[in-house]
């Protein structure tokens, strides 16, 4: 297959040194610069606020409401998104060379990562859906627990207030037979907001692929690619005085027929259905300089899997209830914040051994200190224990944040442990489960640092990562067996940065990033493992994505280019299995109408305009150049009383 | 801006590729040893050829002959007849016979089966074991590549041995249970009798007296009715008898079997417990390994009685064949495909 090869090795390490340079540059004037942040509120006891890096994703939902969260991430930011397909393919989401099962994906507050497999398919999960959408970048499991190893993908419904009667309407079409149909429904007044959003998706794909593992390369049409999906989101929010209320629930379901691999002689008879229910209540509570906040979330999903093929047909259900308690308060220049948490998992697997149960508790103390104007110390300590691993995990982590005057600069440092507990089918499956599995363990130190002067917005990020006891599965006679195998080091940095530009009427917006990234294996179990020094599989040395908006009164024409670097398929990194890199461009146009209490979008996109060939794995087809278009309407029909 | 211009660096740094895969690829097999690779499924499997006497190694055959496309996945055996070569993979959904011409390892036909395992040849005819549950055996044309008749046999036949017209075909159960062997009378490719070994019969080979052995896999502990230990049976072809059964572990282990050129030694593997030599008047069945290791295969090079050996390597990976002398001193070791298994070896 034609492919694109980088020769790089010397700009790659050109880039590198600018990188370097652009984030301890700063730290040499550090001393001389004054701060003009006076007061803290209790509300910043916030670990991302703090500590962490983060990029925020809010204000690219209105016009993007229809998409999905995954192709939002693979058109504007350098974390791998990985799908096998097209619309409705199992699509996940790997920050900072950790696997999918490695980052955890938050719902309000819960962790959604599927139990059975650790990662979350974020196929059929729209933009709009959420209010905020939140890409957290490194080692996080003192915030979030186990899992949160790469990063976290934070995604939160939020209260409109005072809105009075909002409806929406929208939809979209495009190639493959796509489309999508969305409603919402919503109302609002200062103590009340309820809303209910429906999204119904259906795809097709019955795109046209060159057969490259038939003789001949013909061209074909996918067939059984079909893609259902249907949301439902109710949110509920009150509150009075120092109180507040929200309840929020989300039923998804979803099936999903499996297309043939490329190098099969029967037609597929393969496809998965799953449905998933979740809910969060949260109870919140000002009480003089504190915050008291408390939820009960729960998760339950189905899953079903049929192969007529060979006749293999398995199902199960996960259910999880989790219980979160917060508290926030101050005391002179410190800021506290105590957290415990406490889960309940359970499966039901037909492959399974039994009914397996775990139960987690996982409790955190984090502090604030206010050193000196603009400088914050903080500090987390805390324990995490299971019921599937007796053993007490500590964690810890200690970091400062440096705003400079006039907030120009800011700069963020933190030294953390991180872990990860077995999934259930490591630990239960009935051929190789296996309860003598460790958890992973590392730790993780990372330093940032955000320029923001007039139009621009330089942001940067160094890290370094270790995980040891990594689990991988391993042949061991008729079937596989999980056993932590490796020790794995991931180090890079990251680049963003932004401008804004205004010609009279016209703006010109650049967003641009790019992502350096190395992990390797270290040690292994396995005698002369080859892995070692390597790469590790389908991570990217270099990721990168620019995009280009000129906005003229409503109007927004943007282009987006997205680069994904070489991927390794085997673990000796031969090149005659890698995947070539390759560029994904986007263009998009569109307008938002406002007219007093009445918006409207139309949008017309071209993805992967210069229709190109790529490849996320030998035997999937993938689609080429794809056209769509969206509207969204938007009423709102009456303004309640103000005040309040 | 430095991002915009660092991003600009890599664009502008990367130029279009040459396809990787060649479609004229001049490879003559004459001698040396072909090893399946299985791959990384669903992914195809390959061909590699060892020169095993210049130690020439050559990857991908197939794929590098045929413009990249691959031989299907799981490539479980490669077998030679005459001037054609017989890659036979079970697929990732219905599998494959691809017949080669071994002067450039073009694709001269592809016959599509169910889940093919094996192949072995009788005059003009070639015989291939498919079925991961109800097993088949087809009896394909040489001449002409077509399938010219079919015949039912036990469940997930492995492989299969051709000695004084009769074809012995192990029946492993594959994705079921299966303990028996079929034994088929090739002049009317009809079923001449059915022997019960224990459970998982899996390879078969010849001994200098004529006898078959058959190697049976047992049970694992998991399995039901398991765990059952793996056994070597001797039989009789004449009198279609179990003549000895021999216990070579505890629990389903052993898999694939080799004989030397004088036919006197046969060698088994535990996949974690080394190679053993087991002389077929049963003196050595104590005996500790004569190589240590994890391995998924074993061949034996009949000119020089050396054993290969095939360590897939977690199939992430290439795979290691290592050479080994007749007493297990390490000669060689080379780097093949992904899940290489065994070789054919001329």
Redesign the interface.
Known sequence: MPGVRCVRDKRVRGVLTILGALVFFPLSIFAQLKSSVDTISVVEVDYVHSLKSSTSFDSLIPTSSLKSIGDLLLESSNVQIKQFGGKGSTQSIQIRGFSSSQNQVNWNGLPINSLTLGMFDLAGSSVGSFDKLQLINGSSSVEYGGGAIGGVLDLKNTAHWNKGLDLSFGGSVGSFNANMDRYKFAYSNNRFSYSLLYINEFVKNDYDFINTQVLGKPQETQEHGEFWNTNLVQEVYYRKGNNKVKWVSWLNGRKKNTPKFLNANEASRKSTADSSFRNVLNYTRIIKNSILDISYGYSGSGFNYWDYNDSIFSDYFVSEHFVLAGYKFKYKKFRFRIKSRLERQSVVNSRYVGTPIRTQNFNTAFVNYSLKKGLLLSGVVGTQTSTRDKSLIPIGSLGYKYITSKKIMTLKGNISNHFRYPTFNNLFWDTGGNLELKPEKGWNIEHSFKLEKKNHILKSEVYFSNVKDWIQWLPNGSFWVPLNVKAVRSYGADLNYKFNYRIKKVKLKLNSGIAYTKTTVTESIINNDPAIGNQVTYVPLINGNMSLAVEWEQFVLQYQTAYKGKQYTTVDNNERYALPAYFMNNISAWRLTKIKSYSFLVKGEIQNLLDAVYSVDQNYALPGRAFYLSILLNLNLHTPEKGG | ????V??G???T?????????ACEVAFGFTSGALISNEG?W???GTVSHVDLTTGTVT??LYEDA?????A??GVQSVAVNSTKGYIVST??????LQIVDLTSFK?NK?L?FSYPRYIDFSGNSAYLTDG??AGSVYKISTLSNIVSDTLAVGSGPENLHISNGKLFVANSGG?ALDSSITIIDLATFTVDTTINLTYRPIDIVEDKNGNIWVSC?GL?S?ETNGPTAPMLYEINPASEAIVNSYTVGTT??IKRIAINSTKDVIYYYH??GGVFAFNIDGSTINDPAIIEG?F?GVSVDPATDNILTFN???????STMSVYSSTGDSLASYSLG?GANEAFIK
């Open positions: 801006m430095i991002a915009a660092s991003l660096i890599l664009m740094a990367c130029t279009k590729d040459e396809p990787t895969a990384a669903p992914n195809s990857n991908s045929n413009c990249g496309v691959g299907g996945a697929g990732s959904a219905g599998g494959n694709n592809s599509s991961s549950g994705y896999q694992a998991w389903e282990d996949e974690y994890s998924y897939p390597n977690g199939f992430t990976s290439a992904i």
